[in-house]
């Protein structure tokens, strides 16, 4: 599996890299579709324990789940920025799952990887490229992400590696919404923390799930 999604995976990675700046000053962000329109996420993975986890046991919360690989480089850069995430929005509600889509060669690498990179995020092994083509993420180049409503459905999609600041505001907005199911928690108030502006070299922009 690790050949064939390497084979497939590196030339866009590349492609991404070295265009993102481009991208992103011609193309601006896409609002995130209405909470009525949102399509469910569906996701069922390991654990680092091997303890089957699942999207279902997380509604209630906003989740964002990102897919990387330990052999994707813009995959490792990005982990900073999404714990900083985690972080700072855990006590309002707010969930990172990093869906590593690493096979049995180097997966034995993935928790020295997170442990040094991304703590604070939920780790899950064993996703792959159908489980990002479910997800309606184009491609199968990784990083890539979806961010997820209290009620487990998609709010926005991105490709490529996210840049600190570019989902702050979408999260905050995120949390601020009601889950629609019916053993919705209440929810707890948002951290207080202003969203930055975007760099001017960000990541390829977001695009409406």
Request: hydrophobic share 45%.
């Amino acid at each position: 599996m690790r050949m064939r999604i390497r084979t497939k995976l590196l030339p866009v990675l590349t492609i991404v890299t070295v265009l993102a700046p481009a991208v992103a000053c011609l193309l601006p962000a896409v609002p995130a579709c209405a909470a009525s329109s949102r399509p469910q996420a569906q996701l069922e993975l390991l654990d680092l324990n091997g303890k089957p986890r699942s999207l279902g046991e997380l509604r209630g919360k906003v989740v964002l789940v990102n897919f990387w690989a330990t052999w994707c480089g813009p995959c490792i850069g990005e982990l900073p920025v999404l714990a900083e995430l985690a972080e700072r929005y855990r006590a309002a509600g707010f969930v990172v799952v990093a869906a590593s889509v690493d096979d049995a060669e180097t997966r034995d690498e993935v928790e020295a990887f997170a442990r040094k990179r991304g703590k604070g995020l939920e780790v899950w092994i064993g996703a792959g490229a159908g489980d990002m083509a479910a997800a309606g993420l184009k491609g199968n180049a990784v990083p890539a992400t979806l961010l997820l409503d209290r009620s487990g459905r998609i709010a926005q999609r991105a490709q490529g590696a996210v840049s600190p600041g570019e989902l702050d505001q979408l999260i905050e907005k995120l949390l601020k919404e009601a889950s629609s199911g019916p053993d919705s928690p209440q929810r707890p108030p948002i951290s207080p923390h202003k969203p930055r502006g975007l760099p001017e070299a960000a990541a390829p922009p977001l695009h409406a799930a």
